[in-house]
């Protein structure tokens, strides 16, 4: 029977990288995405361990902490905490309050995610492997795209690593840039068929870069997604103005939502080009 793994996680993009990566391999991942509702959860679904964010809505993971070591049927399962904060202060609060591990986003992947799952409930020895039965299990799906060039500017390495996972996996020939000097560097000698555009990236920001691509005729026709946790009225409508063909706000969308933004920007832009002038 597969080990059963709670994730209390209200940002829905990360709730699904973990809730993908967990069930491929081998465990039976449920979402909840605010602390009373894990909690709730947690109680009737017993789980052998629990993925837990502290900033949540309706009760923060600490919280959920105190209340699951006062009920004693939950007591004992194991929490690792994910979190955006690494202070010491909260790491050791976390702690005493029976986390058995403490991961922040900022530096992690999904495979150190799944090996910290497999110390905690399988052991190395017994966890199921991505060689073993739990890979064949995976259901495999049409690609949607056929070797398109996608050039992903994020200077994040762990959100960075989960698009670029998702986009490969989805058959895009993938290029990767951390900042702005990487973006220009690259487009000397390679031409992507889109880019997928942070905005708070360091040495130059993705408004300038954005403003460079589309005043220079050798890249000005390469459509452009900004992808940003900004997202006031202001900043959107300067990267439309801009030249962007959308905006997206990294907190309200999943990976698959960014990967069909992706191709409907390539279908349009495959329809322009087709377009008689």
């Given at each position: 029977?597969?080990?059963?793994?709670?994730?209390?996680?209200?940002?829905?993009?990360l709730?699904?990288?973990?809730?993908?990566?967990l069930?491929?391999?081998?465990y039976?991942?449920?979402l909840?995405?605010?602390?009373?509702?894990?909690?709730k959860?947690m109680r009737?679904?017993?789980?052998?361990?629990?993925?837990?964010?502290?900033?949540?809505?309706?009760?923060n993971?600490?919280?959920?902490?105190?209340?699951?070591?006062k009920?004693?049927?939950?007591?004992?399962?194991?929490?690792?905490?994910?979190?955006?904060?690494?202070?010491?202060?909260?790491i050791?609060?976390a702690?005493?309050?029976?986390?058995?591990?403490?991961?922040?986003?900022?530096?992690?992947?999904p495979?150190?995610?799944?090996?910290?799952?497999?110390?905690q409930?399988?052991?190395?020895?017994?966890?199921?492997?991505?060689?073993?039965e739990h890979?064949?299990?995976?259901?495999?799906s049409?690609?949607?795209f056929?070797?398109?060039?996608?050039l992903?500017?994020?200077?994040?390495?762990?959100?960075g690593?989960?698009?670029?996972?998702?986009?490969i996996?989805?058959?895009?020939?993938?290029?990767r840039?951390?900042d702005?000097?990487?973006?220009?560097?690259?487009?000397?000698?390679?031409?992507?068929?889109?880019?997928?555009l942070d905005?708070?990236?360091?040495?130059?920001?993705?408004?300038?870069?954005?403003?460079?691509?589309?005043?220079?005729p050798?890249?000005?026709?390469?459509?452009v997604?900004?992808?940003?946790?900004?997202?006031?009225?202001?900043?959107?409508e300067?990267?439309?103005?801009?030249g962007?063909a959308r905006?997206?706000?990294?907190?309200?969308?999943?990976?698959?939502?960014?990967?069909?933004e992706?191709?409907?920007?390539l279908?349009?832009?495959?329809?322009?080009?087709?377009?008689?002038?």
């Amino acid at each position: 029977m597969s080990k059963k793994i709670l994730i209390i996680e209200d940002d829905p993009f990360l709730g699904e990288v973990l809730v993908q990566k967990l069930s491929i391999s081998g465990y039976e991942a449920t979402l909840s995405q605010n602390g009373a509702e894990g909690l709730k959860k947690m109680r009737e679904m017993k789980p052998d361990l629990v993925l837990l964010d502290i900033l949540l809505p309706r009760m923060n993971g600490y919280e959920v902490m105190e209340e699951k070591m006062k009920d004693a049927a939950i007591a004992s399962i194991p929490i690792i905490i994910i979190s955006n904060s690494g202070q010491p202060v909260e790491i050791s609060r976390a702690l005493s309050l029976g986390a058995k591990d403490y991961l922040i986003k900022a530096s992690f992947n999904p495979d150190e995610v799944l090996a910290k799952v497999r110390k905690q409930i399988d052991g190395a020895e017994n966890a199921p492997t991505a060689n073993g039965e739990h890979k064949n299990s995976e259901k495999k799906s049409a690609k949607l795209f056929s070797g398109e060039k996608i050039l992903l500017v994020e200077d994040d390495l762990f959100l960075g690593d989960i698009i670029s996972r998702k986009l490969i996996s989805e058959g895009l020939d993938f290029i990767r840039a951390g900042d702005g000097e990487e973006v220009f560097k690259i487009l000397q000698t390679q031409t992507p068929d889109i880019i997928l555009l942070d905005i708070l990236l360091p040495i130059m920001d993705g408004f300038e870069i954005l403003e460079k691509l589309k005043a220079d005729p050798r890249w000005k026709a390469i459509p452009v997604i900004l992808f940003s946790n900004l997202s006031q009225k202001s900043e959107i409508e300067r990267g439309m103005k801009l030249g962007a063909a959308r905006f997206v706000v990294k907190v309200s969308m999943t990976p698959s939502e960014i990967v069909e933004e992706v191709r409907h920007v390539l279908l349009e832009a495959k329809a322009a080009k087709a377009a008689p002038a």
